[in-house]
């Protein structure tokens, strides 16, 4: 693809943030149930907490996705990708500071096989200091023309891993930073 269209083909292929819908004010966060929608994700798992920046720091805009609501959740989009094309996903991955245990995992899945697994320390860290921390990770794609991409919770409780700013991009698989 040529700049404009690896442009075009970025920015539509998923919402960065989690800015919508938006959280009514003065709550600090709402809860999403399996089935409910967050822009174009869909909640998956028990439940997932959609957390304005009233509450904690966001990593770009003005709300973040704990992924375990009241238990352990999930978020999903399906978006369109090219047959035979690897694409890199990055993200912002931080973790609720109020409740134990101080270390959040999750996973990342493509078509419910797990690409890589992810956790954060929480510990030392607060509201206006979450520490949100670059992930990335790369998938092919072989005769697909879409992938459902998850991010899910692997943490007991409701306090989990918070993700934010998540952008896919195509790229050559040589090109393609390796991730680690």
């Known amino acids: 693809m040529d700049d404009a ?11 960065g943030g989690f800015e919508t819908p938006a ?11 399996a089935g ?9 798992g028990d439940s997932v907490d959609l957390v304005s920046d009233r509450f904690w ?14 238990a352990p959740g999930s978020v999903s989009q399906t978006v369109p990708t090219l047959p035979l094309t690897s694409y890199i996903v990055r993200f ?3 973790g609720n500071v109020a409740q134990p245990p101080a270390v959040k995992k999750g996973e990342f899945r493509v078509n419910g096989a797990v690409v890589r697994t992810f956790s954060f320390d929480s510990a030392g860290r607060g509201f206006r200091d979450m520490g949100y921390v670059q992930q990335t990770a790369v998938f092919t794609t072989l005769l697909h023309t879409s992938a459902t991409l998850t991010f899910a919770s692997t943490t007991p409780g409701y306090a989990g891993p918070v993700i934010d700013d998540v952008v896919v991009q195509s790229c050559l698989l040589v090109l393609c930073p390796p991730t680690g």
């Open 5 to 15: 269209a690896t442009e075009k083909f970025t920015t539509g292929l998923l919402s």
């Open 23 to 33: 959280v009514p004010p003065p709550t600090p966060f709402t809860v999403h149930t």
């Open 36 to 44: 409910q929608t967050l822009g174009p994700w869909t909640v998956g």
């Open 92 to 94: 912002k991955l931080a």
């Open 57 to 70: 720091d966001a990593a770009g805009g003005h709300q973040s996705v704990d992924l375990s609501g009241n």
